[in-house]
Structures are given as C-alpha cells and as structure tokens.
Antibody, heavy 122, light 106 residues
Framework: QITLKESGPTLVKPTQTLTLTCTFS??????????VGWIRQPPGKALEWLAV???????RYNPSLKTRLSITKDTFKNQVVLTLANVDPLDTATYYC??????????????WGQGSLVTVSS | IQLTQSPASLSASVGDEVTITCRAS??????LAWYQQRPGKAPRLLIS???TLHGGVPSRFSGSGFGTEFTLTISDLQPEDFATYYC?????????FGQGTTLEFK
C-alpha cells in the first residue's frame, strides 16, 4: 500500500524559507519511472503544481516559482524535501505531495498525501 | 502549457449528465488526467491518459479527447459526485492543472 505524508511548520514568517518533507512508503524513488511532486492549494483556490523529482534525479519546477523552489530526495529515508524561499502571505496554502509512476499509469498523480496547511504571517 | 477548464461552475441535479471541458494551449496527445476533490480532502485520480478509468472509480465517469480538447462526462449524477474537478497535463516532465470546475446542486 502506497502512502505519503507531508510534514513541516504550520506557521512561517514573511521572508523566511519554508521547508516541507514528504515521507512515503510502499514504493522506492529509485524505481524507474517513479516520481514525487508537490502541489499547493491556497484557501478556496485551485491546485497549483510546484515541483517534481524523478527516480533518476531529474527535477522540474513551475516556471513562475522556479527561482524560489528547490526539491531534493533521500532515497534511503524515503523522503522528498521541498524548500520555498522568501515566503509571502500569498504562499499560504495547503501543500500536498503526490506519487507518479509513468509505467503503471502515465502522466497522472496516482496517490496523494493528506496535505499540510501552511500559513505565512508575521 | 496552459489548461483552460469550462465551465468554472455547474449546477445539476441527481440523475443528470454533465460534461466538463479542458482545453490545452498546445497539443498534449493524451497526457491528461482528471481529479475529483471534495471539500477538505486531497484530490483523487479519476481518469488518466484522457480516457482510462482509474481503479475503483465508478463507470458513470468517462473521459475523452486528444491533442488540445478533452472532456470529462459524469452520467447519472450521484450525491457524492458534487465536488470540484480538475484536469492536469504532463509535458516535458512538467505538470499543469486547470482552474477547476465546481459541480453544485441545482
């Protein structure tokens, strides 16, 4: 059974760096065609894709946030870490991590974490 | 690549059939998925590769399309179907979501 869970601070001050961790089980991010991505959703608004890291270390970022984002993986710990620099109240959102497997189900995010609400406020 | 969903909201009744459209700014073959999101919950995958129903999803959900225009159709609406629906595409290993369509009780 595949599970993902997001963890990190619930409150961050403006200009700080937000660090979120996705801890997963039921798959290995060293398995070909697998990937873990981050998606966020401001209160009452739409989903916004942020970043993804693939089994081979390839990374992709949302162009509008690329200069502020970083994604890394720790295959041994089964974790993916997302950092978002210089946060602003507009970054207040529920942050989700999700799993993809191109070989099993192409071009889709198959399993999602429950989400972690982050508020940016002084 | 941008995705444009229409309509933004939709009113319907139990038993109705509804269709949601998703248009891509460039051709994406069938690299399109649909998700359902209920309030306070994470999105749930419904359809991948434009038309492949994900495991456990009722057959009243169906998807179609290729290239730049895609549709999600829900027939015989059930009370649990009233939620928000998102399309999502993959291009060059990057992802994009549509703006969502909220399905409401009439």
């Amino acid at each position: 059974q595949i599970t993902l869970k997001e963890s990190g601070p619930t409150l961050v001050k403006p200009t700080q760096t937000l660090t979120l961790t996705c801890t997963f089980s039921g798959f290995s991010l060293s398995t070909q065609a697998s990937g873990v991505g981050w998606i966020r959703q401001p209160p009452g608004k739409a989903l916004e894709w942020l970043a993804v890291i693939y089994w081979d270390g390839d990374k992709r970022y949302n162009p509008s946030l690329k200069t502020r984002l970083s994604i890394t993986k720790d295959t041994f710990k089964n974790q993916v870490v997302l950092t978002l620099a210089n946060v602003d109240p507009l970054d207040t959102a529920t942050y989700y991590c999700a799993f993809s497997d191109f070989e099993a189900i192409p071009a889709a995010l198959i399993h999602w974490g429950q989400g972690s609400l982050v508020t940016v406020s002084s | 690549i941008q995705l444009t969903q229409s309509p933004a909201s939709l009113s319907a009744s139990v038993g109705d059939e509804v269709t949601i459209t998703c248009r891509a700014s460039q051709g994406i073959r069938t690299y399109l998925a649909w998700y359902q999101q209920r309030p306070g919950k994470a999105p749930r995958l419904l359809i991948s590769a434009a038309s492949t129903l994900h495991g456990g999803v009722p057959s009243r959900f169906s998807g179609s399309g290729f290239g730049t225009e895609f549709t999600l159709t829900i027939s015989d609406l059930q009370p649990e179907d009233f939620a928000t629906y998102y399309c999502q595409q993959l291009n060059d290993y990057s992802w994009t979501f549509g703006q969502g369509t909220t399905l409401e009780f009439k």
